[in-house]
T-cell receptor, first 116, second 114 residues
Framework: DGGITQSPKYLFRKEGQNVTLSCEQN?????MYWYRQDPGQGLRLIYY???????QKGDIAEGYSVSREKKESFPLTVTSAQKNPTAFYLC???????????????FGAGTRLSVL | GESVGLHLPTLSVQEGDNSIINCAYS??????FIWYKQESGKGPQFIID?????DKRQGQRVTVLLNKTVKHLSLQIAATQPGDSAVYFC?????????????FGKGTMLLVSP
């Protein structure tokens, strides 16, 4: 079954705690992305990675960290510095096409993070 | 319609009607656009895309129109069905260091009544 798997589906964070959201893809895509979605809002880019061992900050990277040690995996850590972490987090991947605008991103089912 | 705070613009239609969802984009240099459908509690799904050198592209029951002069996209859904009820997002390409990322609009909720 090809696609993008996010886990867990629901996650609860205590005050001052770091939590890590998992994202795995078996589409052989080079590029991976993390977005945050708040109720009634669009998607905002947190971090993205075009290739293993490389990643760039998106529009709202503060309070988040990522790693890209394997092509298939792009975990997101929500740190205690993120004061308003309650949101729906979406991971996506796409084929990496240098210099080409076409960028169809395929999304996982999301992780809903809440603060206890 | 305009997005106001937390409230998504909403389009309510009857089953069988044609639906038109509109989107204004911001970057006149954007070269590529995508429409996504997001059902409640799920990730967005790709519907259709269009390059900036085209004005119109058709898929199965969907058509995307692009007006670069006024930076406007629309998604037309023919014979709308209850299963089309979802939030629809347009996304435009932004080039960063030779690779592209997507900037998403705020979305429009489509409600289809039987």
């Amino acid at each position: 079954d090809g696609g993008i798997t996010q886990s867990p589906k629901y996650l609860f964070r205590k005050e001052g705690q770091n939590v890590t959201l998992s994202c795995e893809q078996n589409l052989n895509h080079d590029a991976m992305y993390w977005y945050r979605q708040d109720p009634g809002q669009g998607l905002r880019l947190i971090y993205y990675s075009q290739i293993v061992n490389d990643f760039q900050k998106g529009d709202i990277a503060e309070g988040y960290s990522v790693s890209r040690e394997k092509k298939e995996s792009f975990p997101l850590t929500v740190t205690s510095a993120q004061k308003n972490p309650t949101a729906f987090y979406l991971c996506a991947s796409s084929a990496r096409l240098a210099g080409v605008a076409k960028n169809i991103q395929y999304f996982g089912a999301g992780t809903r993070l809440s603060v206890l | 319609g305009e997005s106001v705070g937390l409230h998504l613009p909403t389009l309510s239609v009857q089953e069988g009607d044609n639906s038109i969802i509109n989107c204004a984009y911001s970057n006149s240099a954007s070269d590529y656009f995508i429409w996504y459908k997001q059902e409640s509690g799920k990730g967005p799904q790709f519907i259709i895309d269009i390059r900036s050198n085209m004005d119109k592209r058709q898929g199965q029951r969907v058509t995307v129109l692009l007006n670069k002069t006024v930076k406007h996209l629309s998604l037309q859904i023919a014979a709308t069905q209850p299963g089309d009820s979802a939030v629809y997002f347009c996304a435009e390409t932004v080039m960063n260091s030779g690779y592209s990322t997507l900037t998403f609009g705020k979305g429009t909720m489509l409600l289809v009544s039987p």
